[in-house]
């Protein structure tokens, strides 16, 4: 640095220090005038240039820090801030995995819910067939012997489940005039991240619920 650009900053630090160099060109002549500076010297020329060199740099880091947020941010989703917590930056490949097997976790559990709806569904219409059942059981309750095997192959040949061993049960219970048997509720979707350091982590996933530990 030369001894007038050494004496410009000098000047600058003492009369500016702590401001935001964010002005234009014509802000930056103004205040070197209001300085002291006289137009059209170098010393003149020295002070502009240093504060548009400054108003540059503040820039440059407000900037920076922006990306900084939206990286952080992301999309606010549940997946982004599990895969934000391990550490993975947004944009990279590991990132792109940590959301991939978050999203995959999340289908198998999301077809497993529906398969269970459509079981429900299936259980719930098995019930009022037994319900309707019961209350013509009392009626007949002399005939309930004769018919027991007859029941049995109607309610086999009338099973609404896509699994002949689930038909074949709720047969064998029908004809006893018992209640059908309700489908089991799925339960998390297990899945697990390794973080950059290569520490293996396990998670589970339920709709947008999504636990690590």
């Known amino acids: 640095m030369s001894r007038l650009t050494a004496g410009v900053a000098a000047v600058l630090l003492a009369a500016l220090s702590g401001h935001a160099f964010a ?4 802000e930056h002549e103004a205040m ?12 003149y020329g020295e002070c502009v240039l240093e504060l548009d060199r400054r ?6 880091k407000a900037v920076q820090q922006v990306r900084q947020q939206e990286q952080q941010r992301g ?16 944009g990279t490949p590991p990132y792109a995995d940590c959301r991939l097997k978050i999203d995959i976790a999340k289908q198998d559990q999301e077809r497993k819910q529906a398969d269970y709806e459509a079981e429900q569904r299936r259980y719930e219409a098995e019930q009022r067939r037994y319900d309707e059942r019961v209350a013509a ?16 192959g109607f309610a ?6 896509p699994n002949a061993s689930e038909n074949f049960a709720n047969a064998g219970r029908e004809s006893l005039g018992m209640a059908p048997v309700p ?22 996933a339920l709709g947008n619920n999504i636990n690590c530990f």
């Open 55 to 60: 108003a540059s740099n503040e820039k440059g």
């Open 156 to 161: 086999l040949m009338g099973g609404t489940s």
């Open 183 to 204: 489908p089991t509720r799925p339960q998390f979707q297990n899945f697990s991240i390794t973080d950059p350091s290569g520490r293996r982590t396990n998670c589970t």
């Open 23 to 26: 002005a234009g060109l014509a």
């Open 32 to 43: 070197c005038f209001d300085l002291g500076f006289k137009k059209r010297t170098p010393a």
């Open 137 to 152: 059981y009392e009626r007949e309750k002399e005939k309930r012997a004769s018919l027991a095997l007859m029941r049995f």
């Open 75 to 90: 999309d606010g989703t549940p997946e982004h801030q599990t895969c934000n917590r391990f550490g993975f930056v947004v």
